[in-house]
């Protein structure tokens, strides 16, 4: 007997239990990931930033995550890096060359080997670096004594900054970023670092698992402030930052929290079918299952039908549907199935 697949739920509850594990590939060209104006610290809060990094290739300074520019004054905010010889570097600034801290670490991280990597901020004394939940020895150190402020007008990103020009790319993959509003001291970094969280930690303020790849959040926060990101960069290798099944060897643990995303969830028996390419400017075709003759149905993130398609050769065309994410929905033989969808 056919089951019926779930389809639009809004999920109250621990949703990443249907999501496998994913990190984010960056083609290094113009991948990032758009987190809005959260994260916007001040020159005197404490903070954390982890990730988990696989760079492809260095020789030129690439973004892990940063909040980074301000109209006309360079390089305001803060940003988390690595630089153009492979070491791992960060720094808070009101303007970079005059009022700054910045520091560099002084492992050079090895290409297409996964590192956790974080830094810390005390409030405007002291950055602190580590790599592989040991404290890094710090090759360069420029601390100036007045920095009034690091707020930025500018969106915090995942694998590039923009300062009204995106530039610092990021070349492989990210995984587990994790902001906390506390300066993290070495032990806790040490004692989680290969152990993924719940997202409900105690001063845990921003976490991207990067598991659920069919999210309508798109890059999931597990966390309660739910600072979701987008995925952009559709000119370069990757047309949208991919979800890759090349991530650390961590242990696995679901996110616990109640997250208000829409998601296409198959039944548990899994049925095997795919619609592909994803993105998609125009054709998209249907794998593992039979859709000929049949109508799909094109839903907005807002769950409004935006339009009926009959279905030739198992393929339809969506080439004149407005640049967005659409759910495409279809039954057949008593089983709806359902998958968002990406148009560019």
């Not at 690091?150 to 492989?172: K, L, M, V, W, Y």
Request: aromatic residues 10%; proline residues 3%; hydrophobic residues 35%.
């Amino acid at each position: 007997m056919k089951k019926t697949l779930l389809i639009f739920l809004f999920i109250i509850c621990t949703i990443t239990s249907f999501a496998q594990n994913h990190s984010l590939n960056f083609d290094g060209s113009d991948d990032y990931v758009d987190l809005g104006q959260n994260f916007a610290f001040e020159a005197t809060d404490n903070f954390t930033i982890e990730a988990w990094v696989n760079i492809r290739n260095n020789g030129s300074f690439q973004q892990i995550i940063a909040k980074l520019g301000n109209g006309g004054v360079s390089f305001r905010g803060w940003g988390f890096q690595i630089t153009n010889e492979g070491y791992i570097s960060a720094f808070a600034a009101t303007e970079f060359f005059t009022q700054r801290i910045y520091v560099e670490g002084s492992q050079v991280l090895e290409e297409n080997v996964w590192h956790h990597v974080a830094m810390t901020y005390d409030g405007g004394n002291e950055i602190l670096l580590y790599v592989d939940g040991t404290p890094e020895t710090l090759g360069v150190i420029i601390a100036d004594d007045d920095i009034p402020t690091i707020s930025s007008s500018a969106p915090t990103h995942i694998g590039n900054f923009d300062n009204g020009t995106a530039q610092e790319h990021f070349n492989g993959n990210i995984d587990e970023i994790r902001i906390w509003n506390v300066v993290r001291t070495p032990e806790e970094i040490a004692a989680i670092y290969t152990t993924e969280l719940s997202g409900n930690e105690s001063n845990l303020i921003g976490y991207y698992k990067m598991d659920a790849a069919d999210s309508s959040c798109d890059v999931q926060d597990c966390n309660a402030n739910e600072a979701h990101g987008t995925r952009e960069g559709a000119n370069g290798a990757n047309d949208l930052p991919q979800f890759s099944d090349d991530i650390p060897e961590l242990t696995d643990v679901a996110c616990g929290v109640e997250l208000d995303c829409m998601l296409s969830i198959e039944d548990m028996e899994q049925l095997e079918y795919s619609m592909y390419p994803n993105p998609t400017s125009d054709l998209i075709s249907f794998s593992g299952i039979n859709l000929n003759g049949t109508t799909v149905k094109l839903y907005n993130m807002l769950g409004s039908l935006s339009k009926e398609i009959q279905v030739t050769n198992n393929t339809i065309s969506i080439s004149e549907m407005p640049t967005g994410v659409y759910f495409i929905v279809a039954t057949i033989e008593n089983t709806t199935i359902s998958r968002r969808i990406i148009k560019n």
